[in-house]
């Protein structure tokens, strides 16, 4: 048996080297002889993840006269040029500021086609997940603010600007003394819904956070007439993220109780046979009850905000900000931490 699997994971190598010698060869075929030697080792430096090589080499090309308008180079460096700065912010290099100018000044010069914009918002996925990374977070909101106002994408795309913005503001919102413990449940939930349970492909964890959708929506019935001062300060603080629970706070104000059975009826398809609506409502109020008295309530903090903190290394506030600007990081990405 082992050595039959090692057979078919050979063969599907060989297959994948064949498959991409192949589409080299094609690649080649759209470039002029010209270039043709220094974009096959952008290739090469692209297949070993040595994107800053591709990307100088791509340039290059492009500088020349005769190589300013070839679609395949300039292709290549839509894919590589994110990539590039994904290894900036990993490594905090300080070459993150020079680099994402010369992304943009790029950008600037392309014809924005259909596969320019999917590399965008590939990038913009990417990117959201590296806010691990503290001093990143507002420059991936000023990276999002310029592919938005420059008008890169269309407005199919809107969603996913949208998406990322309130990608940004969960950073935000989830250290906020002005929100309790159950709006900012509920502001992650209103993403969930709206951006992410669509796409889970496994039953199992779709089923889970439909659950907890479900379940955050209902506390925010119990919760919000006599907390309606929070959902007015998410509104002016954070808005793409108000966008996604304005519909559930209109619709409870309107009838509470049809909104609290339409929940209701949702939960009961993940229940017990034997648990009767009226369980499941005392059940669900108990929950409720117990977020509510063991959690801490909102206290006011200076200017609504405290550190987001996050595992690894802590920039300190007297270093080089690694977005490469030059300034102290509490001069830069930190000023407002």
Known sequence: MEENNKEVLNAIKEGNARFNSKKKEENLKAVPEKFAGNY?????????????????ICKWILND?????IEAVKIMLARVYPKVLEMDIQDSNRKYQEDVSEYFEFLDNITMNDLMQEYIVETLARFCNLMD???YCPLFNEFVKTIDSKGYLSEEYRDVLDSAYASYESTEYFEDGHLGIIMKNVLKSGYERRYVVDSIKSE?????????IN?????LCQYLNEHSEETEYIKEEYPYSYKTIEDDIKLIKEDKSRYEEDILTQLEKYTAK???REALREAMYKAYEYMINSRPKPTVVHSGKTT?????????????CPCGSGKKYKQCCGKDI
């Not at 006269?65 to 308008?69: A, I, N, S, T, Y």
């Not at 199992?204 to 907890?212: A, F, G, V």
């Not at 987001?308 to 300190?316: A, L, N, P, T």
């Open 40 to 56: 096959s080792k952008a290739m090469d430096y692209e297949d070993d993840c040595r994107y800053d090589k591709a990307r100088d």
């Open 65 to 69: 006269e005769e190589g300013k308008d």
């Open 133 to 135: 990374n503290e001093w």
């Open 204 to 212: 199992d964890k779709k089923r889970k956070m439909e659950i907890e």
């Open 215 to 219: 379940t955050s929506f209902y506390n």
């Open 274 to 276: 034997d648990i009767d």
């Open 308 to 320: 987001y903190y996050r595992d690894g290394r802590k920039v300190g506030r007297n270093d080089l």
